[in-house]
């Protein structure tokens, strides 16, 4: 089945650093990834859509200048979380779209990322 | 997308079978249901979907009511293992992002 990974599996930082996450398609080109956010004990929340080669589009309430998503080829997305603070502690699961698929059923998640702001 | 309610907790006992269910009244002609868990800090693993008939896979059944307004996922033997948060999620269109509700959490005890 289509994989998707994600590095780092959790980071620890500074408040006021920055952080890039990597979300990668491995058996398969992805034209769309989308990045989503989860607080403990609370379901995924969306956070954006990026499509291979232009601008993210990003849900309503998440700062674009805040979290940064590149989308520069088929297989890699990153998200960079700028300035982290404490309240970004989050978990951070990325997804990709299989473009090979046909089906309704193309969407294939990340194992998530873990990110404490200290 | 249409709007799903889901039991907030489920207990099941260890080899037996777990049946979780799903509304989704509103659900339209060509919205499909697909169900997704998520195993303590993983990411989600999909599980099954369908749009009318019912489904059957190596993980589970997925059973669709002829009105379609809810369905029934079925782990036949559960272990402690299907321990997790399941998302019964209803979506129209591929290509569009999965929306993930608050799922059900199933507890799978010996």
């Known amino acids: 089945g289509a994989v998707v990974s994600q590095h780092p599996s959790w980071v620890i930082c500074k408040s006021g650093t920055s952080v890039k996450i990597e979300c990668r398609s491995l058996d398969f080109q992805a034209t769309t990834m989308f990045w989503y956010r989860q607080f403990p004990k609370q379901s995924l929340m969306l956070m954006a859509t990026s499509n291979e080669g232009s601008k993210a589009t990003y849900e309503q309430g998440v700062e674009k200048d805040k979290f940064l998503i590149n989308h520069a080829s088929l297989t890699l997305s990153t998200l960079t979380v700028t300035s982290a603070h404490p309240e970004d502690s989050s978990f951070y699961i990325c997804?990709?779209?299989?473009?090979?698929?046909?089906?309704?059923?193309?969407?294939?998640f990340g194992p998530g990322t873990r990110l404490t702001v200290l | 997308d249409a709007k799903t309610t889901q039991p907030t907790s489920m207990d099941c006992a260890e080899g037996r079978a777990a049946n979780l269910p799903c509304n989704h009244s509103?659900?339209?002609?060509?919205?499909?249901v697909y169900w997704y868990r998520q195993i303590h800090s993983q990411g989600p693993q999909y599980i099954i979907h369908?749009?009318?008939n019912n489904e059957t896979n190596e993980m589970a059944s997925l059973i669709i009511t002829e009105d379609r307004k809810s369905s029934t996922l079925i782990l036949p033997h559960a272990t402690l293992r299907d321990t997790a948060v399941y998302y019964c999620?209803?979506?129209?269109?591929?290509?569009?992002?999965?929306?993930f509700g608050k799922g059900t959490t199933l507890s799978v005890s010996s």
């Open positions: 509103t659900i339209s002609g060509n919205e499909y």
């Open positions: 997804s990709a779209r299989d473009l090979g698929t046909s089906g309704p059923n193309e969407q294939f």
């Open positions: 369908g749009l009318k």
């Open positions: 999620i209803v979506r129209n269109q591929a290509g569009t992002a999965l929306i």
